[in-house]
């Protein structure tokens, strides 16, 4: 007995061999424009914006044009307070904590280093508080933690984007 392709076989198979053939070439050109993107110039301080708020905006613009989804600014509870809450790729809710200097110390750490187990058992509350409220407990989730500094001699800032930075603490439990 012959086999006939049906529209719907054929169909199939070109999407199939599509995915195959154009998935490769889809990543790399999202990668070539994420290094683009990145490449564009970031907005000046404000005159009366402090430090720590001008960082939490440029980390703002720096994850969207990474891919990310912003969903909150400095989400705040009576247990603690998250900068950024964001999602990744339609999938995981990111939890961002942002630490900003204006300049750069020799021999004292990053500014990630100030994320210490307390602020780190606040963020774990105030996510759950988040999750709960939205009613999305079974989704993936993460913490980050974006520090920027500023380059001496430019003030360009230079970011560094500790992606799930730490585990939830506490007797907390959450999807990664």
Request: contains cysteine; aromatic residues 12%; charged residues 25%.
């Amino acid at each position: 007995m012959k086999r006939h392709l049906t529209t719907n076989s054929v169909d199939r198979w070109i999407h199939h061999a599509w995915a195959r053939i154009a998935a490769p070439v889809h990543d790399q050109l999202h990668a070539q424009w994420v290094q683009w993107n990145l490449r564009r110039p970031y907005p000046l301080q404000q005159i009366e914006e402090s430090t720590g708020d001008y960082g939490e905006r440029l980390v703002s613009i720096y994850l969207e044009r990474c891919g990310y989804k912003i969903l909150e600014h400095s989400f705040n509870t009576r247990l603690g307070e998250i900068d950024l809450i964001a999602v990744w790729q339609r999938r995981q809710i990111v939890f961002v904590e942002v630490k900003t200097w204006s300049r750069t110390w020799l021999n004292a750490g990053g500014p990630a280093d100030a994320v210490d187990d307390d602020k780190q058992t606040k963020m774990t509350r105030t996510a759950l508080i988040y999750l709960k409220r939205h009613g999305l407990l079974e989704t993936p989730a993460r913490f980050d933690v974006v520090e920027v500094t500023f380059d001496e001699a430019t003030r360009k800032p230079i970011f560094r984007h500790f992606e799930n930075a730490f585990e939830a603490t506490g007797q907390y439990q959450m999807y990664s």
